[in-house]
């Protein structure tokens, strides 16, 4: 199996930043894409930030010029700085990754159990 572990979340002032780490473990052969999602009370779970294994990334609207993504191929992690933070930021950001475990099975999505955002003054 593959276990995705984020860590990061708290409260946080707006305006203030925050930054979440999500690193994976278990049976790799390699992960490609890795991303976040956020999930607000009685939503929908939508993606935040992308980043494929060569680095290109890919962004939602609401958070472009505020938030960065970025990996370390080498350590199988993935993180998400966050600045500018508003109230509607507020949410369980979830980390995935899109991961072979070994040569000849199909690449899988796994996700992390998520950890809470709260901007609030």
């Known amino acids: 199996q593959v276990q995705l572990v984020e860590s990061g979340g708290g409260l946080v002032q707006p305006g203030g930043s925050l930054r979440l780490s999500c690193a994976a473990s278990?049976?790799?052969?390699?992960?490609?894409?890795m991303g976040w999602y956020r999930q607000a009370p009685g939503k929908e779970r939508d993606l935040v930030a992308a980043?494929?294994?060569?680095?290109?990334?890919n962004y939602a609207d609401s958070v472009k010029g505020r938030f960065t993504i970025s990996r370390d191929n080498a350590k199988n992690t993935v993180y998400l700085q966050m600045n500018s933070l508003k109230p509607e930021d507020t949410a369980v950001y979830y980390c995935?990754?899109?991961?072979?475990?070994?040569?000849?099975?199909?690449?899988?999505?796994?996700w992390g159990q998520g950890t809470q955002v709260t901007v609030s003054s």
């Open positions: 278990g049976s790799i052969f390699s992960i490609n894409a």
């Open positions: 995935n990754a899109n991961a072979i475990r070994v040569p000849w099975e199909n690449e899988r999505r796994y």
């Open positions: 980043i494929t294994s060569g680095g290109v990334t």
